[in-house]
């Protein structure tokens, strides 16, 4: 369940650069950055040089027991609201304690990994460093990132793939006070790689907003919907200005827009759009 290098952009590029797509189950941003500022990486440094730097991952970890999978859309909002969790803890930025990890992840490609997790593996996975995330049926667990190399064991083992997930009954129409993730509607792809690039999709987002923008739609719970948009909506949607999730088309799909992040009436409002077209 994963979906690596996934590379975001912003209607062509963001400073970040492309997120590029890996292993399924993972993903990530490719292209060029360097310093961290306070809405993410900025454009100093070459693709070539992003490419360079040791490469670090954020693993998220799905709970996904026998008898009670959680709804397939419920896992999606869950894992894009562990995503921007992670973001604004206190521990990610400044001097606390992951924050050189995040600075070292963010300087290189945007990678992020979806696994599973039942029984004592759950117990064991939410044991180690990190913050569990819950939704209306889902729980998903976000770390701090991790080199390519170097999953603690209790992660090692866990699997990346062959795991799908639906929902029971159809999801609630995005409503306008909080931004929506729109799926691109000719795509598939299995629960974990979506997970991975809403999660880029709402990284996206993040990095747009003002402090003030951040700090009330944290108070509120990131509320956020996940949608598949309609084929012409999406059409306008890629072409508006707001920030777009671009596969690099390394697994699953073929290269081209997967997200894009509109922004909500009251919680996270971004640049772009047309408002009021939901």
Not at 108 to 131: D, F, S
Not at 165 to 190: F, H, I, K, Q, R
Not at 225 to 249: K, N
Request: glycine content about 12%.
């Amino acid at each position: 369940m994963s979906s690596d290098d996934t590379s975001p952009s912003h209607s062509g590029d963001i400073s970040p650069g492309p997120l590029a797509e890996g292993p399924a189950g993972s993903a990530g941003p490719t292209g060029s950055a360097g310093s961290t500022g306070p809405a993410g990486p900025t454009a100093s440094a070459r693709p070539a040089d992003r490419d360079a730097a040791p490469q670090y991952v954020l693993p998220l970890v799905l709970h996904l027991e026998k008898t009670d999978p959680p709804a397939r859309t419920d896992a999606l909002r869950t894992a894009a609201r562990a995503v921007l969790t992670i973001l604004a803890d206190e521990r990610s930025t400044g001097e606390g304690e992951w924050a050189r990890a995040m600075r070292d992840w963010e300087d290189a490609r945007i990678r992020k990994v979806v696994r599973r997790a039942r029984g004592a593996e759950w117990r064991k996975a939410a044991a180690l460093p990190g913050i569990t995330v819950t939704g209306g049926s889902a729980e998903v667990r976000v770390y701090p990132p991790i080199p390519l190399d170097g999953w603690p064991k209790e992660l090692a083992k866990l699997q990346v793939s062959g795991t799908d997930l639906d929902d029971p009954e159809p999801p609630a129409a995005p409503g306008p006070e909080g931004p929506v993730l729109w799926l691109n509607p000719e795509l598939e792809m299995s629960a974990g790689k979506t997970m991975a690039q809403v999660g880029h999709g709402a990284q996206l987002a993040w990095w747009e907003l003002s402090e003030t923008d951040r700090k009330a739609w944290r108070e509120a719970g990131f509320p956020l919907s996940v949608a598949t948009a309609a084929p012409d909506r999406w059409r306008e949607l890629v072409t508006s200005g707001l920030p777009v999730v671009r596969d690099a088309g390394f697994t699953e799909i073929a290269p081209g827009p997967t997200v894009v992040a509109e922004g909500g009436e009251r919680f996270c409002p971004l640049p772009g759009g047309q408002p009021g077209s939901r």
